[in-house]
């Protein structure tokens, strides 16, 4: 993965998305985008014209790279102490 440079343009500061990112992710430019900041600092950015349905097709072309495991709920409580 790539690291990424934060650019000072004029008053603002941007981020450069190499063009294999915005190929993957169907992005151009011009899009609008919406970003948001989890609680470990993590920055997600996703267009706002998020298509659930190309999502949900995208995981079932790739379910079977996903190998199934033990329930993590499960696991988490196995880890437990009450």
Known sequence: MP???LSKWGNSVGI???TEYL???GMK???HLEA????DGALTL????????AF???LTAQQHDMPMGESVIEAL?????Y
């Open 3 to 5: 690291s990424l440079r």
């Open 16 to 18: 450069r998305i190499p």
């Open 23 to 25: 190929r993957l992710t």
């Open 29 to 31: 430019a011009g899009d």
């Open 36 to 39: 948001n900041f989890d609680a």
């Open 46 to 53: 996703r267009s706002v014209a998020f298509s659930r349905k």
């Open 56 to 58: 949900v097709l995208e």
């Open 77 to 81: 409580r196995q880890g437990a102490r």
